[in-house]
């Protein structure tokens, strides 16, 4: 968390400083909501497991286990459309080609795809990346 910051910011600002676009303040406000989401997805985590660890005896753990998966579940289902949008910007593939290709990488795949977006990160970094994410329907 704060503590991270130094070496957060030392890796950023002077490690890939070539591949950084990067200012100051987009860290700090990035770095205060990433630890802001952090923190209220934690206390909600460690909450559930305190009930359950109140709640259910001897056999704790196994709710634990079980709370644990359905939580990361969860996680992996708002993140495409809450937590993502937060932090970066998206906007739809322009390029119709592309897109067919990758509609029809898919469908051989049988990996089923809602929409494509493509996420602006330019004005950010030089890196190239690219993924598909998605939990479910939601993909």
């Known amino acids: ?12 600002f002077y490690i890939e ?14 770095y205060i909501k990433d630890n802001l989401l952090m ?3 934690s206390m909600v ?25 359905l939580f990361l579940l969860f996680a992996l289902t708002i993140f495409p459309t809450l937590i993502a949008p937060w932090f970066f910007t998206y906007i739809e593939l322009e390029d119709e080609k592309l ?3 990758i509609k029809d990488v898919c469908e ?8 494509i977006r493509v996420q602006v990160e330019s004005t950010n970094s030089k890196k190239v ?10 993909k």
Do not use: R, W
């Open 1 to 12: 968390m704060l503590i991270n910051i130094g070496p957060d910011y030392y890796k950023e």
């Open 17 to 30: 400083k070539e591949l950084n676009k990067k200012t100051t303040s987009k860290f700090i406000c990035d």
């Open 39 to 41: 923190i209220i997805l």
């Open 45 to 69: 985590y460690y909450s559930l497991l305190i009930v359950i660890l109140n709640n259910t005896g001897h056999f704790f753990y196994i709710y634990a286990m079980v709370t644990s998966m």
């Open 99 to 101: 897109e067919e290709e």
């Open 108 to 115: 051989k795949l049988k990996f089923p795809l809602n929409k």
């Open 129 to 138: 990346n690219a993924y598909f994410f998605g939990f479910g329907n939601n």
